[in-house]
């Protein structure tokens, strides 16, 4: 009889526990899906004092959804279409009895030829059909098809374009067309943790909004990978994938301050953007078909300090031995270069240009890339324990590829 009541009782304490986990658990899966449930009525202590205002969210839209109600309309997407034709093998080993024997005389008179389309993303600066675009998006493009996001089509040429900065500008002839125009703003006043969002047309998915802070200013070409361009790029992590490349870089205003660009396969969380200054600074030349100078030396350099040449002159498997100094280090000559022609040399240590002093390598390119074409810079190196000075007459950065 005990032993039943032990039961009974034991039965019943069950049957309470689950029921309460169960209440519980219900109460729990109310408070993380209010959309499934009742709202909560709101405890008001008089008429003058409400513990929670719940907002209008319908009239309440965010930064965001204002900043690309502004621009997004001028945000186009850019379809390019190329035909690549491939070379023949030489003419003479058809003639080969072996190829004779299997193709007989019905030999190919020339190789099929190959149409190749790219995506990328545009932004109209101009009420006339300007639009800013990377140069890598309508490279050596045979043809150029405008998107408007209210589904226009034009046709683009492209006016110009600049592999060193990677930027181009493309025309479309809109002549009685009401074209929305997208603000640029001032990518000098931009900080590190602003907000970015970027609109374009990633991995073709049209009208794309991403959103996320400026990660930092100035990020070199050579700190991207990149050595061969000329930009100090805007680094954020709003997301910029393929087909983003092209479009607008926006700060909270809607107002564009750097053109995106995916640039790195292997970026993770991470994109570029060239400052819209930079575009200012070149989009009349290109708009003009002209070519924006771009004065280099010829030399891949490092920055040097005396820290860095004391562990490098430790190491016994090092090359070359540098001076314990600050200053520019040259990693590599190129050939047939302004530096070559002047007798630069590797290991040479840069630590003057017309007299002032130069530091880091980003302070040697900045120099050089506001010098004039033929402008000879007196170049002052440390090399070893001797100072040499060098006379280089700077000259086009002819092919950023």
């Known amino acids: ?7 009974s009782i034991r039965q019943l304490a069950t049957h309470v526990l689950v029921t309460v986990l169960g209440v519980v658990l219900t109460v729990s899966t109310l408070g993380v899906s209010p959309s499934q449930a009742e709202p909560a009525p709101i405890p008001i202590t008089s008429p003058s004092k409400v513990a929670l205002k719940i907002p209008d969210i319908a009239g309440n839209k965010s930064f965001v959804t204002a900043a690309v109600n502004r621009v997004g309309a001028a945000v186009v997407r850019i379809d390019t279409e190329r035909t690549l034709t491939r070379r023949l093998p030489d003419p003479s080993l058809f003639e080969d009895p072996f190829f004779r024997r299997f193709f007989g005389d019905n030999l190919p008179q020339q190789m099929p030829s190959e149409r190749l389309r790219g995506l990328g993303s545009g932004v109209i600066i101009d009420g006339s059909g300007e639009i800013l675009t990377n140069a890598h998006v309508v490279n050596q493009a045979d043809k150029v098809t405008v998107t408007l996001k209210d589904g226009r089509t034009f046709e683009g040429k492209v006016q110009g374009a600049d592999e060193v900065t990677d930027l181009a500008v493309v025309k479309i ?4 067309s009401n074209l929305p125009v997208a603000p640029l703003g001032d990518s000098s006043a931009v900080q590190v943790g602003d907000w970015a969002i970027a609109v374009g047309n990633p991995l073709g998915l049209d009208n794309t909004v991403t959103l996320g802070i400026v990660s930092t200013l100035k990020r070199t070409s050579a700190d991207v990978g990149i050595p061969n361009k000329r ?3 805007i680094q954020t992590d709003a997301a910029i994938n393929p087909g983003n490349s092209g479009g607008p870089l926006l700060n909270d205003r809607g107002e564009v301050i750097g053109i995106n660009t995916a640039i ?14 930079k575009a200012k600074g070149i989009k009349d030349q290109l708009m003009r078909g002209e070519k924006v100078s771009h004065p280099y030396l010829g030399v891949q350099t490092a920055t040097l300090t005396p820290q860095l040449a004391q562990q490098n002159n430790s190491d016994p498997n090092s090359p070359i031995q540098v001076p314990e100094i600050n200053g520019v280090l040259v990693v590599r000559v190129l050939p047939d270069t302004p530096a070559a022609a002047a007798g ?7 630590i003057q240009i017309d007299g002032q002093a130069i530091t880091t390598a980003q302070q040697l390119q900045s120099l050089v890339d506001s010098s004039r074409l033929g402008q000879v810079l007196q170049v002052k190196v440390q090399r070893g324990d001797q100072t040499q000075q060098a006379s280089v007459r700077t000259a086009q950065l002819e092919n950023a590829s």
Do not use: T
């Not at 009889?1 to 039961?7: E, Q």
């Open 173 to 176: 002839n809109a002549r009685g």
């Open 1 to 7: 009889m005990m032993l039943k009541l032990f039961w």
């Open 344 to 350: 630069i040399r590797r290991g040479d240590v840069i």
């Open 264 to 277: 790195r396969a292997d970026a993770m969380g991470i994109g570029f953007a060239i400052p819209i200054d």
């Open 231 to 233: 930009v100090e790029f």
